[in-house]
């Protein structure tokens, strides 16, 4: 009998350990990373810059939590006195990716510096060139003369990565020197509002100041990532590190070697996301692609034949599936090549041929925000939802700065406990359609509103023009 007690305590204390045994197992490198970090460290390096400036403001304890890029001007040495300016230095982290001394880093690491001293493990230091720099993805090229050839790794392909995959990170936190840390990808294609092209890989292995420029790592030994930024109350590493995917990485450091700079696709045209709402109103059957609101005048888009109102849904062979991923897919697009674009328009899918143009980087100049308009109201007002719209006359164009060319009809006051103004609607839009149907008059406007509301719908999908910017919105008929 007691034997029977034992022999049943076991297998039960098997059943409840073996499953934690093959957790261990599978949990870590069985060998660790020692071989890994022995090979690849040598091509990891650390990178000191130093700058004059005129004066620099403190870093009080209202700096943001989120410390985006780092700004890793923790390491000062200032002169003595009062002087009216001051060598600032910085340090962060980089890897040698040719042997003949390219290097890549992140652009805020060596932003604005005057001098930039590149050391190996080995203890040996360089002065570097920089040869090319780019601040909407953060990256930098830099090169380096050395009389041997030098440790260097590769570029792997960031697309394969998966969430769990086990990756390390090499670089210089805090101005120790070479250091290592082990982690998970946590996420793929993070957008942290960084940039125009967001797509961060990221990852729990302990990133800190210093690490910026430094390589992610996989298992193989290949680069998948340059890591850039944390999340952190405290300014340290708390798990939640975003590191540039090597993909991206590749083509902008390439153009960067090649001509000095970035050259873009460009597409010529204004996009905003596809909400649910919006989606309903496009005979999409689900929100996805990047809705497009403006083309430019005789740009790519215009001469390969899409419309306003058409939802690009893949581009060049590769899906679209929210608007942020538009811009990135186009911007890494061979200039002057021509690609397939699937777009959908009025529910239907068709293929257009456009020849992408190259990306002008021009300053963008800020908008006039709109004055508040006085209430004019008129015998003509047409009423609903809590709007009040006029058929464009000169008087009213007038009087809210509207051209010739603008058609549809006007709105001269919106409820603020309406839908209409929690959708973002104000006095001066210029109502041009709706379900994708042009509207003359202030009558046609409503008239169509309420055809939508009669046929069983929460929304219509209305063109709106705000001074100079135009977008689609999801009109609730609540009224």
Do not use: C
Request: charged residues 25%; neutral net charge.
């Amino acid at each position: 009998m007691l034997e029977q007690t034992l022999s049943r305590f076991f297998i039960v204390f098997a059943l409840m350990v073996a499953p934690l045994a093959v957790g261990s197992a599978v949990a870590r490198p069985i060998d660790g990373f020692a071989d890994l970090a022995e090979r690849l460290t040598p091509a990891v390096v650390n990178i000191s810059t130093s700058q004059k400036v005129e004066q620099r403001r403190s870093r009080g304890p209202g700096q943001p939590p989120f410390d985006r890029f780092f700004e890793e001007f923790f390491n000062q040495r200032r002169g003595g006195g009062q002087a009216p300016s001051q060598k600032v230095s910085s340090l962060g982290s980089g890897f040698v990716v040719d042997p003949k001394g390219i290097i890549i880093t992140n652009n805020h690491v060596i932003e604005e510096a005057d001098e930039i001293t590149v050391t190996f493990s080995d203890g040996a230091k360089l002065d570097a060139e920089l040869i090319g720099r780019d601040p909407k993805t953060d990256l930098a090229v830099l090169k380096v003369s050395s009389k041997k050839r030098l440790p260097f790794v590769s570029l792997g392909d960031s697309d394969k990565a998966r969430v769990g995959d086990w990756v390390i990170a090499i670089g210089n936190p805090f101005g120790l020197g070479g250091s290592l840390s082990a982690g998970v990808i946590s996420a793929i294609n993070r957008d942290i509002n960084a940039g125009p092209y967001d797509s961060f890989i990221q990852t729990d292995a302990a990133i800190n100041r210093g690490n910026s420029g430094g390589p992610l790592f996989n298992m193989r030994g290949e680069v998948i990532g340059v890591n850039s930024a944390i999340i952190s109350p405290s300014g340290g590493s708390v798990g939640i590190g975003f590191s540039i995917p090597s993909n991206l990485a590749k083509t902008v450091t390439a153009q960067l070697q090649n001509f000095g700079e970035t050259r873009r696709g460009w597409l010529g045209v204004r996009i905003q996301q596809v909400t649910d709402e919006l989606a309903e109103g496009l005979s999409l059957g689900k929100a996805r692609g990047a809705l497009v609101s403006e083309i430019s005048p005789d740009g790519p888009a215009e001469k390969g034949g899409v419309k306003v109102g058409d939802v690009i849904v893949r581009f060049d062979g590769k899906p679209v599936p929210t608007m942020r991923d538009l811009p990135r897919i186009v911007a890494e697009t061979t200039i002057d090549k021509p690609v397939q674009v699937e777009v959908i328009r009025r529910g239907k899918s068709r293929m257009l041929k456009i020849v992408t143009g190259r990306l002008e980087e021009a300053s963008s100049k800020p908008e006039n925000e709109k004055q508040t308009q006085e209430k004019v109201r008129s015998d003509d007002d047409e009423s609903y939802i809590g709007l009040t719209l006029q058929s464009l006359s000169r008087e009213n164009r007038q009087r809210f700065g509207l051209g010739d060319d603008v058609i549809g009809a006007v709105i001269v006051d919106v409820e603020r406990d309406s839908a209409a103004f929690e959708a973002g609607i104000r006095p001066g839009d210029v109502v041009s359609e709706i379900d994708q149907r042009p509207v003359g008059s202030a009558k046609a406007v409503v008239d169509a509103l309420k055809a939508a509301k009669k046929n069983g719908r929460n929304s219509a999908l209305a063109f709106i023009r705000s001074g100079e910017t135009v977008r689609f919105i999801a009109l609730p008929l609540a009224d």
